[in-house]
C-alpha cells in the first residue's frame, strides 16, 4: 500500500499547480523508490516507457519545426492567402476546414491536421485574417473567439470523422469487446458505416454553428465601433 503514496504526489502536485511533467517525473521516482527498485531500474524503467510512447513524444519534433516555421513568417503567408480569396468569410472558411479535418480522420489521416501543426500556425491566422479584411483590427476578445472555434474546428471534425474509419482504436475495441463477451461476429465495417450518419449530422450542426459566425462577428464589431463612435462623438 505504501506505493499508492505516489498518487498522493500527483494529487499534491496538481493541487499546488505545479508543472505536469515535473509532478509525474518526481512522482514515478518515488513510486520506484518506495517499490524497492533500484536507481537503474528506475531509469531502466522511464527509457522503456518513453520508447513504447514515442508517440506521444512527437510535440518534441514538431513545435520546433512549427516555431521556426512561425518565425519566418507563416502566419502573415496565411494571412496573405485568405485575402486573396474574397467571398471566403471567417465562418465559411470554419466550415471548410471543418469538412477537410472529417474527410481526413475519415480515411485515417489524423496526424496530418491538428492544434499544433495546422490550427495554431494556419487555421487561426487565416480566420483572423478573413475577419481583419472585412472589419479591420480586431479587439483580443474577438481573437479569442475566433481561436476557441478554430479549435472546435479541428475537434469536432476529428471526433465524429475518426470513428467511420476501420482501423481506429475505438472501433476495434468495440468489436473485440463485443465478439468476446457475447460470441458475436460483429464487423468493424458495420460500426464504421453506422458512424456515417454521425459524422454527417455533427458537420451539419457544427457547421451551422460556424456560419452563424460571421453574423455575430459583424453584430458585436459594427455595435462596438458605433459605441466607440458615439464616445468620441460626446467628448
Known amino acids: 500500500m505504501i506505493v499508492l503514496l505516489g498518487v498522493l504526489v500527483v494529487v499534491i502536485g496538481f493541487a499546488t499547480k505545479r508543472n505536469p511533467l515535473l509532478v509525474v517525473g518526481v512522482a514515478g521516482i518515488a513510486t520506484g523508490f518506495l517499490g524497492g527498485l533500484s536507481p537503474g531500474k528506475i531509469l531502466a524503467a522511464f527509457g522503456e516507457g518513453f520508447a513504447n510512447s514515442r508517440a506521444v513524444t512527437i ?3 514538431t513545435l520546433p519545426v512549427i516555431g521556426l516555421l512561425e518565425r519566418y ?3 502573415e503567408q496565411a494571412r496573405n492567402v485568405i485575402a486573396r480569396f474574397a467571398g471566403l468569410t471567417t465562418g465559411r472558411f470554419l466550415t471548410l476546414y471543418l469538412g477537410l479535418r472529417q474527410l481526413g480522420a475519415a480515411v485515417g ?3 496530418v491536421f491538428g492544434p499544433a501543426q495546422t490550427v495554431r500556425p ?4 487565416m480566420a483572423e ?9 480586431l479587439p483580443e476578445r474577438t481573437r479569442e473567439k475566433l481561436r476557441s472555434f478554430a479549435a472546435s474546428a479541428d475537434n469536432v471534425g476529428l471526433f465524429f470523422g475518426e470513428d467511420v474509419f476501420l ?12 465478439n468476446t463477451s457475447y460470441g458475436t461476429h460483429l464487423e468493424p465495417l458495420h460500426l ?3 458512424a456515417i450518419p454521425t459524422a454527417v449530422c455533427a458537420f451539419v450542426v457544427h457547421g451551422w454553428r460556424l456560419l452563424r459566425l460571421d453574423r455575430r462577428l459583424e453584430r458585436d464589431l459594427l455595435t462596438a465601433r458605433a459605441g466607440t463612435a458615439v464616445v468620441e462623438a460626446t467628448q
Request: glycine share 14%; net charge positive; aromatic share 10%.
Open 73 to 75: 513568417g507563416l502566419q
Open 167 to 178: 482501423a481506429v482504436g475505438s472501433i476495434l475495441l468495440i468489436t473485440g469487446f463485443v
Open 122 to 125: 494556419l487555421a487561426v491566422p
Open 109 to 111: 489521416l489524423n496526424n
Open 192 to 194: 464504421a458505416l453506422w
Open 129 to 137: 485574417g478573413a475577419a481583419e479584411r472585412k472589419y479591420g483590427p
Open 59 to 61: 510535440f518534441a519534433i
